[in-house]
């Protein structure tokens, strides 16, 4: 079968792909350096504390309110509680000493002074220690890195006929390419490191690896059915085939996915539900960056590996002829 032409030269383009990538993480790379990275109380200990509240309640100024009364940066969460359907608001205290017994009950008492028509009640309050705070952030990123492991000896034992090991490693860096645009989401517009941003990294890790392998499924077909030896010039044809025809489900799978987080961040944002903006906010741009990098990336990073190994097995022939 002969190749056809494909209608965009994704791999010819490459170079530019890799220069929009590397300039956003260097973006993320200064910001972190010059304003720091923000890391919630769940990653650094601190005091997490949770109050009932009825009626209206503005969690903007709540919080204001509670930083004035504590002198200690905090950040204010309006949620729901589960079993009774009560409002609640729950606030973390990024602080290692974490918030004494004192300073709690002096808080409850300046806030039902504060609002005396929302009946603030105090729900729970637990604090986590410095130590406790970096084991979980070590085994969520544990749990990450087992996760493209495994993602990686998939790739590699399913692919194996269009080289799967090359395969399932530009598969990862597509995904820790991901990682990084989430990564710099959260630097960038200043918000916490917390379970949110293990959560978005989670689930774009298994949209972002899911495109790749159609892609790469694509590829493995299109070799097969290809007849003649294949050089550098029909892999680099026969890859950016592969890429345009699946390029119209890669978009409808993504775009379809964008309508509904774009739908829930907005109606988050209208109604101050700071948690959820944090989460859907995040995986929009990570969804964004998993369709880019399985479609600019991970494609022509595998034909760049491949054309050096004709290139070299080549060359390797010529010398042992001389």
Known sequence: MALKVSHIDFVKNRKI?????????????????????????????GTIATYSYSGELNVDDFQKTVQEQTGIQVKARAAKNAATGEPNV??????????SAEAQTA??????????????????????????????????????AFSAVFMILY???RFRKI?????????????????????????????SLDDNF?????????????????IYDRIRENERLHTGRLSEENIKDMVNLSINQTLPRTLNTTISTLIAMTVVCILAFANGVSSIVEFAFPLIIGLISGAY????????????WQQHKIRSKHNHKKSAKA
């Open 17 to 45: 792909y890799y220069i929009i990538s590397c300039s956003l993480i260097a973006i993320a790379v200064i910001v972190s350096l010059v304003f720091g990275v923000k890391v919630d109380i769940q990653f650094r200990g």
């Open 90 to 99: 729950t606030l973390n205290f990024a602080t290692k000493e974490g918030l």
């Open 107 to 144: 808080l409850t008492a300046a806030l039902q002074q504060a609002y005396p028509d929302n009946t603030i009640e105090t729900v729970s309050v637990n604090s986590v220690s410095p130590t406790m705070g970096k084991d979980f952030l070590l085994k969520c990123l544990v749990a990450v």
């Open 155 to 157: 790739i590699a034992l």
């Open 163 to 191: 080289g799967g090991w090359s395969a399932g490693v530009f598969a990862v860096v597509a995904l820790l390419h991901d990682i990084a645009m989430v990564f710099a989401t959260f630097i960038i517009f200043r918000m």
């Open 198 to 214: 293990i959560a978005v990294l989670l689930v774009i890790l298994g949209y972002s690896i899911n495109d790749t392998i159609v």
């Open 293 to 304: 990098s399985s479609i600019c990336l991970s494609g022509p990073l595998w034909v760049v």
